[in-house]
């Protein structure tokens, strides 16, 4: 009994001071309401996972009647060029290939930013959220319509402390 109360005197605290965390969008200074954002013809929707904590899991739905591409290797992250959660360290390098979303379906991805897998660095900086409330992550998603039309999607995607 006397080893259980312990226990619980040593781990109250911390759970105490555990913090939730929250990840939305915003596109400009707009906020999107949510780890999203859409608009006639994507939407895209954001998680993160501290399982994961490299990578950012995006789904990409078409909401057009003709497919879309997403060209995976032109994709950044705050500027740089993305990897896959699947890579490992002969392939992390490798350009990604473009990928064909059909009408009224959806793809899902886990990217990070393509360093050496052994050095990869965290998507998202506790520092950050603790000193100034948020850690922000810009997404550039360019995307391809069947018209040959590319839109450069750039949504910021920020991890702050649930309020």
């Not at 619980?8 to 911390?14: E, G, Q, S, Y």
């Not at 930013?113 to 506790?126: A, D, I, L, Q, V």
């Amino acid at each position: 009994m006397k080893k259980i109360l312990l226990v619980l005197i040593l781990i109250m605290p911390m759970a105490m001071m555990a913090k939730e965390y929250e990840l939305y969008c915003s596109v400009g200074d707009v906020s999107t309401g949510g780890p999203f954002f859409e608009d006639d013809s994507v939407r895209f929707e954001f998680s993160y996972t501290s399982l994961y904590p490299h990578f950012l899991k995006v789904k990409v739905i078409n909401k057009t009647d003709k497919r879309i591409t997403v060209e995976w290797e032109n994709v950044r992250l705050s500027d740089d060029p993305i990897c896959f959660r699947t890579d490992n360290l002969y392939s992390f390098n490798n350009p990604k290939p473009d990928e064909v979303i059909h009408a009224k379906s959806s793809s899902t991805k886990e990217i990070g930013e393509r360093e050496t897998p052994e050095y990869r660095s965290r998507m998202f900086s506790e520092l950050l959220i603790k000193n100034h409330g948020e850690s922000v992550k810009s997404v550039i998603l360019p995307i391809r319509y069947s018209s040959g039309m590319v839109a450069d999607y750039k949504v910021y995607v920020c991890l702050r402390y649930k309020l």
